[in-house]
């Protein structure tokens, strides 16, 4: 069962224009949000997260936006830049034993920024 | 600033043998974990420590599996008997303790069975 889903597979945009990705949630524990950015062969890089208590963060271009109420989060990258292009995975945590820790992964969606 | 990183980044083996596979974390980092990343998919949580200690461990890890962490700084993750499902990359993720964890990969372990 996929607790976190990333439905688009691939996203396609123009440089300059606004990225949106997409993820929902099954597991309503889950109350921590983090946005990886991977390039091929590299390890996953933590580009902004979000805690359950706020429904939006910004951290220069990026802006991560959470509705508890739909058990969805996105994350929207304004302007896109080539260098953008990755694939770019939603995880998800649960406050336990004092922390949260687990992260849970969705699939994915690779972002192609077009010049 | 030095980040995670892992030893070695590629590695292929016959079907049968053993690998192990090493990660660095971040200096002050007390929390470490692995996670396995297989085509098409996100990477799927395998097991942690704290400091030493391993508190947890995914179903995914069969007895084949071994993870340590001696004196609370490096890890490694041995497979014995290896199997072509086993190939992926592994991934070594570090973080400190408490509240919302942000955990920092490192650039990951691909292993090919043959």
């Known amino acids: 069962d996929q607790q976190v889903k990333q439905n688009s597979p691939s996203l396609s945009v123009q440089e300059g224009r606004i990225s949106i990705l997409n993820c929902d949630y099954t597991?309503?524990?889950?109350?921590?949000f983090l946005w990886y950015k991977k390039y091929p062969a590299e390890g996953p890089t933590f580009l902004i997260s979000?805690?359950?208590?706020?429904d939006k963060n910004e951290d220069g271009r990026f802006t991560v936006f959470l509705n508890k109420s739909a058990k969805h989060l996105s994350l929207h990258i304004v302007p896109s830049q080539p260098g953008d292009s990755a694939v770019y995975f939603c995880?998800?945590?649960?406050?336990?034993?004092?922390?949260?820790?687990?992260?849970?992964f969705g699939k994915g969606t690779l972002l192609t920024v077009n010049p | 600033d030095t980040g995670v990183s892992q030893d070695p980044r590629h590695k292929i083996t016959k079907r049968g043998q053993n690998v192990t596979f090493r990660c660095d974390p971040i200096s002050e980092h007390n929390r470490l974990y692995w996670y396995r990343q297989t085509l098409g998919q996100g990477p799927e949580f395998l097991t942690y420590f704290q400091n030493e200690a391993q508190l947890e461990k995914s179903r995914l890890l069969s007895d084949r599996f071994s993870a340590e962490r001696p004196k609370g700084s490096f890890s490694t993750l041995e497979i014995q008997r290896t199997e072509q499902g086993d190939s992926a990359m592994y991934l070594c993720?570090?973080?400190?303790?408490?509240?919302?964890?942000?955990?920092?990969f490192g650039p990951g372990t691909r292993l090919l069975v043959l």
């Open positions: 979000i805690s359950s208590i706020k």
């Open positions: 597991n309503s524990m889950f109350d921590y």
């Open positions: 993720a570090s973080s400190l303790v408490g509240g919302a964890e942000t955990q920092y």
């Open positions: 995880a998800a945590s649960a406050y336990s034993g004092g922390s949260n820790y687990k992260l849970t």
